[in-house]
């Protein structure tokens, strides 16, 4: 395979008239030459995988007011600004079960240099495990998503079986599965979509976290897509995921807004340290999670399936940017929130990582936080 300069094949390159062209179509991301002389157009006709010699003898061909210089300084210029692909050694060409990830490639290599294998986000998601907790609306969405990224291994957990009023929202089960544990449901599943991920299969309730430590050997992240009872399954999550220093990307579903958070231990604030945070800063924090928590609220499932696959499509965009690096994480440390109605994703709010005060990814005390005392078991 030429490892020669070339344009990234994702950007057209097309003339507005004799002296201007364009390369890309995308607004934030096209470049527009003036180019009176022509010199800069043959540059860029020429750059299509052939060796940089041959590029400049091309061009100099052409242009023999330029210098070898000039023509390397363009490519420099075309480099700089991200528009020139990089090159996936022969050695490293994808096998053939892989190939179904090659559009993903493509995207990744939008973000790659020049210098960098546009293959090597995928390579670190085939070689990493996740463990994704919840097989609902979200977790359901989220394991299809997460094998189609291309993830190696993942462990999916949920302790109930498929219900009808599952099937509206939850598309990776069918009509014939109802009472089946959804665990083992979503393996086969797995199987017959994508033999390249591994699913491994557990029918458990997350009860306490010993119950997600036993999970976790050789995990690099975990998706907690569990939100029953509300906050506490979290903080059962966030003690689990401290104590071993892996990674976790949370999501909860409300009315019209879904909220994906991140947490990195010991790097950025955990889920105590967010208690801790809103404690500091609202004085009716306490009171409001107090009143929350008596009022025993179960709500009914609220889930149009559009949205719930948009929340789904944030949570494993953020899972895969902390796996591979190939953007940085949107939400470690920061409450995300997606609208529904509007279809705007932002940030919501930021929170410290608190060692002095934190007594799960810190030395703090937990009686010295009233909040602690009001979280409940899980049943």
């Not at 009171?287 to 929350?292: K, N, P, R, T």
Request: net charge negative.
């Amino acid at each position: 395979m030429s490892a020669g300069p070339q344009v990234k094949p994702i950007y057209p390159i097309y003339r507005l008239d004799g002296r201007t062209f364009r390369i890309g179509a995308q607004l934030g991301i096209t470049a527009e030459f003036d180019d009176p002389d022509g010199q800069m157009w043959t540059l860029v006709s020429n750059l299509d995988g052939r060796d940089l010699s041959e590029v400049v003898d091309a061009v100099l061909a052409q242009h023999p007011e330029l210098r070898a210089e000039d023509v390397t300084d363009g490519v420099a210029l075309l480099a700089s600004h991200g528009f020139l692909a990089g090159v996936v050694p022969e050695d490293r060409a994808l096998p053939a079960l892989d190939r179904r990830y090659d559009a993903s490639v493509t995207y990744f290599g939008h973000f790659a240099h020049v210098d960098e294998d546009p293959s090597r986000p995928l390579r670190t998601l085939r070689d990493s495990s996740v463990l994704l907790l919840g097989l609902g609306g979200g977790g359901s969405n989220i394991l299809s998503l997460l094998a189609g990224c291309g993830v190696g291994r993942i462990v999916a957990v949920d302790k109930d079986a498929v219900e009808l009023a599952n099937l509206g929202r939850q598309i990776l089960y069918r009509e014939s599965d109802v009472g089946r544990p959804k665990a083992v449901v979503a393996a086969e599943r797995m199987a017959e979509l994508n033999s390249t991920c591994q699913v491994e299969a557990h029918v458990l309730a997350v009860r306490g976290p010993a119950d997600v430590t036993r999970l976790l050997e050789g995990i690099d992240l975990v998706v907690c897509a569990i939100d029953e009872p509300p906050f506490v399954a979290q903080r059962v999550v966030n003690a689990a995921c401290v104590a071993r220093s892996v990674p976790c990307v949370y999501g909860a579903s409300q009315v019209t807004r879904g909220r994906v958070f991140g947490v990195i231990p010991h790097v950025s604030g955990c889920f105590d340290c967010i208690n801790i945070h809103y404690t500091k800063k609202d004085p009716q924090f306490v009171a409001q999670f107090v009143g929350f928590q008596q009022s025993d609220f179960s709500p009914p499932s609220i889930a149009f399936p559009p949205p719930i696959l948009l929340l789904s499509s944030v949570i494993v965009d953020e899972a895969v940017r902390i796996l591979t690096g190939y953007l940085p994480p949107r939400c470690v440390g920061t409450q995300f929130e997606v609208d529904y109605v509007s279809g705007a994703a932002y940030p919501l709010l930021d929170w410290p990582h608190l060692p002095e005060d934190c007594p799960t990814c810190g030395v703090g005390s937990e009686s010295a936080w009233e909040v602690f005392t009001h979280y409940q078991a899980v049943p």
